[in-house]
């Protein structure tokens, strides 16, 4: 018995020394970092801009709307590195600034221009920050963002992690940024956003300032060098091998035919695949490009009847020509700015090292030149809830049907 | 003296003798030679433990319940024998103490920065001088405990970390050639010489003969782990792996399953604690043995906490910062290491099977 308690003693003694003294931090010590923003001053200097969380602000679960719309809680500082500007932010903070739950990171597009690398470096090194935080670049001054007010989420930084699901813009971490530099034949690409003036919805209501995803952010090495469209970020994802998650891709293809309505119609592709395939045409370098998908037609702005075979091996047809023309448009446009944000030459290492041991010197001059072969294939499963959409009188299918159908 | 540990907890010491550090270390190292093909540099490291079985069988066989040690203390005389055996015990110290160190490091500088360091190993060595002063049966009881879920742990944040893996970054295969693969699978083999310890154990199981089996089946778990864990590492970061300092941590902090099972690297700190206490216990047992046999000494347990003291000093004295300690691990601990933990265990059991008939040091 004494010995039961001797240890029962010992043990509650031993405890104690488990709860790390010297590195306790009490929670109301601490301020949480949200989201950053990193802009080039005209002098040169870095200026941060942290929001932080204000825990009464942030509404808990259920608790009352409208917190949100208060206006972000957001310091700034100026330094000659992103630590002394730091520095000059914790004058005004009476907590320990944490950085373990940060969200996002927007650079501003002066500072990416000049090479995001020695301003990236405090997050890769200082042990708090995490891989996973969001990285974008904004066009134009990073910390115009502040204006903008969350309405659907607590904070900015909510706002910004969720940023791929916004149609147009690709996921990018810190962690997929650092590999992307580090690896060889292919160049970082980042979600690229924008602050603008919306158009009200309620016609009296004033018009607010709203991020926007703009396209993707090209870089070479760790410079920018320019904006892709909307329509690249499904493609630069694609051929990095990487699935776009939440929201549906909308193809807007034209109909087989049209009869004064607007000949046009909206697939919606739910699953998609893609493969590239270094090759070799007439002693060139090539690359084949092999897509292939799956969807639905989600509406039809013209009387077609999607019962019949040829009508959607006709729509098939031409869905895959719109997307190799998505392609074909988002490679262009990278290969006037030479930056492989695709990952061609990475695919050609990864495939044929030898090939590669000999072009990688010279890549950038090369990629331009690249010739690439666009083979698509897309498979339409039917079209929704109706074969006949139900909107159209049923004169003009018949009027159509005598037209000759489907042909184009 | 016999039948102090079984089987099964022999081949549950033999894990973390490995794993505690390399699963850290190994990744980052093998990355950084070897490139994309670090994961097969574990496959060819446990040669070393296979060597050790050749020296150590022959002694099994005639004296099962001696260790190589006592063998050479005997077929060398107390002064040559006693020698080696404690030059043996002081590279066991040494190696201990290093250990100790890098444990130390890596906890401030990931989790307790404002903590000393020197609390942070007085906390691990109490309890490892504790442990190894109530004697193998009690630490044989400990590795039962804890490594099976250490293990646990480790192979699951592995597997959930497969959700961001992209496997493509482990091609091309072989770029350049076998020869990198065949430098860095040097690293892990100076954790797999450390193994010498459990063959040091061997004669403390009921059946001596079983010793080699448990060891051969930690090895195979062991290639299992550090080769899965440089592959995890490679397949989350491709080529910034030999940038990372600790690149299986990274891993762990990268790990988000649905948005809500997150932060989950301090898993792999409770691991990173229970493994290096058996490690070091496992070392400052040994130890104290070695001390206790080369001497001819009544009891080890004495020897406990004096060890310890001496242990805990050397960890915070060696080196002034991380840098000088990686520094040394990678360019002075490889030119003696080796020379100890085979070449010792090989002159003593060489001497004792070359004298051995002579003096018939069987008849105990």
């Known amino acids: 018995m004494k010995r039961v308690f001797a240890s029962v003693a010992l043990l509650a003694v031993l405890l104690h020394l488990l709860t790390g003294c010297w590195d306790r931090i009490e929670v109301n010590d601490v301020a949480y970092v949200n989201t950053a923003t990193l802009d080039l001053t005209p002098e040169g200097r870095v200026r941060l801009a942290i929001q932080l969380v204000v825990p009464a602000a942030s509404p808990g679960p259920g608790g009352s709307g409208g917190a949100g719309r208060q206006p972000p809680y957001v310091m700034a500082g100026e330094g000659d590195t992103v630590g002394s500007a730091l520095r000059s932010v914790q004058e005004a903070v009476p907590r320990r600034l944490f950085w373990g739950h940060m969200q996002a990171v927007v650079l501003g597009e002066d500072l990416a221009r000049q090479g995001i690398g020695p301003y990236l470096s405090f997050f890769a090194r200082q042990r708090e920050p995490r891989g996973r935080v969001t990285m974008l670049i904004c066009r134009g001054e990073a910390g115009r963002i502040w204006a903008s007010r969350p309405a659907l989420e607590a904070t900015l930084g909510e706002v910004l992690r969720e940023m791929p699901t916004f149609v147009g813009t690709i996921p990018a971490n810190l962690s997929d940024v650092l590999t992307t530099l580090n690896d060889q034949g292919i160049d970082p690409a980042m979600p690229a956003i924008d602050v603008v003036e919306a158009a009200a919805a309620v016609p009296e209501a004033p018009s607010e300032l709203q991020i926007r995803a703009i396209g993707v952010a090209a870089l070479q090495q760790d410079r920018l060098v320019g904006f892709l469209g909307r329509d690249a970020a499904r493609v630069v994802m694609w051929i990095r091998g990487r699935q776009l998650r939440p929201t549906p891709h909308l193809l807007q293809v034209p109909l087989p035919s049209g009869n004064g309505r607007k000949p046009l119609a909206t697939v919606e592709l739910r699953y998609e695949d893609m493969d590239v395939r270094p090759t070799t045409e007439q002693g060139r370098l090539a690359v084949d490009v092999l897509t292939y998908g799956e969807g639905v037609i989600v509406e039809t702005m013209a009387p077609i009847d999607l019962a019949k075979p040829e009508v959607i091996r006709q729509m098939e047809h031409n869905t895959a020509q719109t997307l190799v023309r998505q392609l074909a448009d988002t490679l262009e446009q990278a290969q006037s700015l030479r930056s492989d944000v695709f990952g061609f030459g990475r695919a050609i290492h990864r495939t044929q090292p030898a090939r590669w041991s000999t072009m990688k010197r010279n890549w950038r001059e090369r990629f331009p030149d690249l010739v690439v072969r666009y083979h698509a294939s897309i498979r339409i499963s039917g079209g929704g809830k109706t074969n006949k959409a139900a909107v159209f009188p049923p004169a003009e299918y018949r009027r159509q049907e005598k037209g000759g159908g489907g042909g184009p | ?364």
């Open chain 2, 1 to 364: 003296m016999n039948e102090q540990v079984s089987p099964i907890q022999l081949f549950l010491l033999a894990l973390p003798v490995v794993n505690a550090t390399a699963v850290l270390f190994v990744p980052g190292l093998v990355g950084t030679t070897a490139g994309r093909d670090g994961w097969m540099a574990p496959i060819l490291a446990p040669v070393v433990v296979l060597i050790l079985i050749a020296i150590f069988r022959p002694m099994l066989r005639r004296w099962p319940q001696r260790t190589f040690i006592e063998v050479g203390r005997e077929a060398l005389g107390p002064w040559v024998g006693g020698a080696l055996g404690i030059l043996f015990a002081g590279w066991c110290l040494h190696t201990a103490a290093v250990v100790l160190r890098e444990f130390g490091e890596v906890l401030s500088s990931t989790m307790l920065p404002l903590t000393p360091l020197t609390v942070i190993l007085l906390l691990q060595v109490v309890a490892v001088a504790w442990i190894s002063r109530n004697g193998l049966s009690a630490l044989g009881r400990c590795a039962e405990i804890m490594i099976p879920i250490n293990n646990v742990f480790i192979v699951i944040i592995l597997l959930l970390a497969t959700r961001d893996a992209d496997f493509r970054h482990l091609q091309p295969v072989l770029e350049h050639g076998p020869g990198p693969v065949l430098r860095a699978s040097i690293i892990p083999v100076a954790w797999f010489g450390e193994l010498v310890l459990i063959a040091f154990l061997w004669p403390r199981l009921k059946q001596p003969r079983k010793g080699p089996v448990a060891l051969a089946y930690a090895c195979i778990w062991i290639v299992l782990v550090l080769s899965f864990g440089s592959a995890m590492a490679q397949a989350n970061f491709g080529p910034v792996v030999p940038r990372l300092s600790l690149p299986t941590l990274v891993v762990a902090r990268m790990i988000s399953i649905g948005d809500f099972l997150e932060r989950i690297e301090p898993l792999l700190i409770i691991v990173w604690v229970a493994d290096n206490f058996v490690k070091l216990s496992v070392f400052h047992y040994v130890t104290c043995e070695t001390i206790r046999q080369s001497l001819n000494l009544g009891r080890a347990s004495v020897l406990a906490f004096p060890a310890a003291a001496l242990m805990l000093v050397l960890a915070v004295a060696m080196f002034e910062h991380v840098t000088q300690m990686s520094d040394w691990l990678a360019h002075v601990l490889p030119l003696y290491a080796p020379f100890v933990e085979v070449g010792v265990p090989l002159i003593c059991i060489g001497a004792g099977l070359l004298v051995g008939d002579r003096r018939s040091l069987g008849s105990r």
